[in-house]
């Protein structure tokens, strides 16, 4: 390789690097800490053993149903995520802990309440705002105690726009519903199914009650075909929210109902029925969930965690930093050169995921860029003593530079494709703390991999064509290698250089 | 290390044949390694390395056997609860007090950062359900006037953890013996299993041995050695394969006598790596074991440093003589192995 591409690889990962940390700057951007750094609340949920197999649907709504509660909670970034039967809750900054314990472990409520009056989401508009909890619009209210099933409540109707998206809270409407008249425990399963009807197909989702729901079901659609208007329909509610109020159908006679103990709500789409058939499984199937773990950690604890991380990283760093040194002397300079830029790409990479993929930092992300310290060294060192056999098997300077990287980086990609592989296996098949560190350990073997390709080649390469460089005794270039080989492997070297230097001058 | 040796090696009178001979007396073994002319009989001298392995891996199931492991709540359930920055005065015994108002009679409470914070670990609090533990908090913050954490572990959850880590090891395995059978070949994919069940058998036989408690970073640590001592196996075997690619069937040296070469060769790199990526964790140890709260840390760095230190020593002392054993079994290798003895003899 020649001198002018061993300088652009060593430019391209400065600029590279540059881009990187000035993006950073310029977007004033800090890396995103777990809770374990910053304090909060965090939470491993579980299903309860002894609920038979819990499907993936109903894990997922449950999700989506936590994930209402806790938006309903008013916490600033929570983030809620299933990682296989787990559910991972980090709440930062939670002032009541109790409270979010129990919001976030609460079975799902399932219940059918009849419509008594259908209000606008402004209350503006509303003549009558005799309670004051009817004169909250949707996005005001907070969602999380579990009303009285005896009583009359105001709840807010999921608002979807034509796709089946969710509109904005404060454009939901908001229904007066009676007392409750089924609940969800007496729906024994909802199927979503493709209706063949003369005009075509329907998709429809079937509910099934069991008998004593059946006859409650029969009694309150029976009551409900007697009326007509915003008061035909039965609202299905799920943890407070209104997902549908579908009307009884026409046909239903007054005073008789929809007997069976099965019913049938229309959808407008595939989409429509799944969603409402899974809403209704996960709160008919009311799926029980155990704290695996429930950790409220202080801001000062958090604060003291990250301090330390850092500071041991940093010691880590510098005591790697002058064994590099003791052993390579200047050559193990550019080996600490090396190490410095590893850290500031990997820390770079860390802030700018954060921002990108939402990646948080967590101790044991820490742990693991500590960790990776070690296996940046090793690329150094298996480089630095490669080049040392190579020039005691008698190659000049340059050649053994070259011709120790061509090997060694074949032994670094070797070596780290192995390391690369526990880390995505980690990442993929692990919970909790262990996929923050799984991470940043394969995060930092690609960025090892990188550097040596890169920076690492470039750097070694241009000081060893550099006669100046090569001959300081501080740079280590020629030491580590016997008397006699040295001799002979610099012998020839040095007189080839000096007559190109003369050659030069003339 | 030897910096006063090195030094005088790039000193320019090296360049001088009188001194060279003088050198070259003065030499100690550790000088050679690091001049890479060490030439220990490593594989030749595996027979008493095995017997110091059996040794040692006798000694970790005994250990595992009689001791067993000292789990953490996080295994077997149970509250921890950290304090910090008390700005009232109070005893280990006045909170060990307060723990038993709530009927919390064999909690562990230990006063750190000189009476300022505690650290207290309990068995189950009661129904994990309840809010017992948090109360418990309140009462503590408001006898201390500090911030209280407050970590609730359910009895399943070191059980659904230490599940996906075994399944987790499971794929990683077949990974890895597919991925050193293509690169390299079956044998070093064998001999790369065994060395890693070694490593993995004597950190935790260590474990047993000295009781410190398993939690689930120690299990995360042990995934990481996993990889780590796979990562100085595959290092050293690529140096074998490397050498031994020159063997001939017309060559005077046997396969053994070229790992052991390779082994001598890489041998610096292996000390030096070792000490490399045994300093952070080192580090990590000392801050994470003197800093309150941060026992994620210094468990991970704890079972790093015991692991990173076999895993190294395994690879040579382990990994290659395996390598070379399996590999002499193969006619070829034989030969040339019998024609090496012929030769020398």
Known sequence: ?506 | MSNDKTNVDTAPEEFDAATTGRREDTDSPLARLLTGRSNADIVGSSRRWLIVTAVVLGISLAALAVRGLNFSIEFTGGSSFVEEGATQTFTAAELEETLVEFGITDAIVQIVDDGTGAQISTPAISDIEGVDDLEVAAAIEEQTGGDVSVSTIGPRWGEAVTGQAIRGLIVFLLLVITYITFRFEWRMAVSAVVTLAHDVLVTIGLYALVGFTVSPSTVIAILTILGYSLYDTVVVFDRITEDASKLTSVSTVSYGEVANTALNQVLVRSVSTSITSVLPVASLLVIGANLLGAATLSDLALALFIGMTVGTYSSIIIAAPLLVWLKEKDPKFAELKERAAAGSA
């Open chain 1, 1 to 506: 390789m020649s001198q002018g591409r061993l300088t652009t690889l060593i430019v391209v990962f400065l600029v590279t690097l540059g881009g990187l940390w000035g993006y950073i700057v310029a977007a004033d951007l800090s890396p995103r800490l777990g809770l374990d750094l910053q304090g909060g609340v965090s939470a491993n949920l579980l299903p309860a053993e002894g609920q038979g197999e819990i499907d993936e649907e109903i894990l997922d709504q449950t999700v989506a149903t936590i994930r209402e509660r806790v938006d309903a909670l008013g916490v600033a970034e929570p983030d809620i995520a299933r990682q296989g039967d787990t559910i991972q809750v980090q709440l930062p900054g939670v002032a009541d802990q109790e409270q979010a314990r129990e919001i976030i472990g609460r079975t799902a409520q399932l219940q059918f309440r009849q419509v008594v009056e259908e209000l606008p989401p402004d209350p503006g508009l509303l003549s009558d705002t005799a309670s004051e909890l009817a004169g909250a619009t949707c996005d005001e209210r907070s969602d999380l105690s579990i009303p009285d099933p005896d009583e009359e409540v105001v709840l807010c109707l999921r608002g979807t726009d034509a796709d089946g998206n969710d509109l904005p809270r404060d454009q939901w409407f908001r229904l007066r519903l009676g007392p409750v008249e089924v609940s969800g425990a007496d729906l024994t399963d909802a199927q979503a199914v493709l209706q063949p009807q003369t005009l075509g197909e329907v998709w429809q989702t079937n509910l099934e009650f069991n008998s004593e729901g059946a006859a409650a079901f029969a009694e309150i659609t029976g009551n409900l075909a007697c009326l007509q208007g915003p008061q035909r329909q039965l609202a299905i509610v799920l943890d407070n929210i209104v997902e549908q109020a579908p009307p009884v159908a026409q046909d239903v006679a007054c005073g008789v109902g929809i007997g069976g103990g099965t019913a049938v709500v229309q959808a407008t789409s595939e989409d429509d029925a799944r969603d409402l058939a899974i809403v209704l499984k996960a709160g008919a199937l009311p799926i029980q969930l155990d704290f695996g773990t429930f950790q409220t950690i202080s801001p000062t604890l958090g604060r003291d965690s990250l301090d330390a991380g850092l500071l041991a990283g940093l010691i880590g760093l510098v005591l790697v930093a002058v064994y590099l040194v003791l052993l390579y002397r200047g050559m193990g300079a550019a080996a600490v050169l090396e190490l410095i830029l590893f850290g500031a790409t990997v820390f770079g990479l860390i802030i700018a995921l954060g921002e990108w993929i939402g990646f948080t930092l967590t101790l044991a992300g820490i742990a693991g860029v500590i960790v990776s310290i070690g296996i940046a060294a090793d690329s150094s060192i298996i480089y630095r003593e490669r080049y040392r056999d190579e020039v005691r098997a008698g190659r000049t300077i340059r050649t053994a530079a070259d011709h120790a990287f061509d090997k060694a980086f074949r032994t670094n990609l070797t070596g780290n494709t192995v390391s690369f592989l526990a880390a995505v296996v980690l990442y993929l098949l692990a919970v909790g703390p262990v996929r923050g560190f799984a991470f940043t350990l394969g995060l930092s073997t690609l960025v090892d991999t990188l550097l040596f390709a890169t920076f690492t080649r470039g750097l070694f390469g241009l000081v060893a064509r550099n006669p100046k460089l090569v001959d300081a005794p501080l740079m280590g270039l020629r030491s580590g290698v016997t008397s006699e080989q040295l001799a002979a492997a610099t012998a020839g070297g040095r007189r080839r250089r000096k007559g190109g230097r003369k050659k030069g001058r003339k």
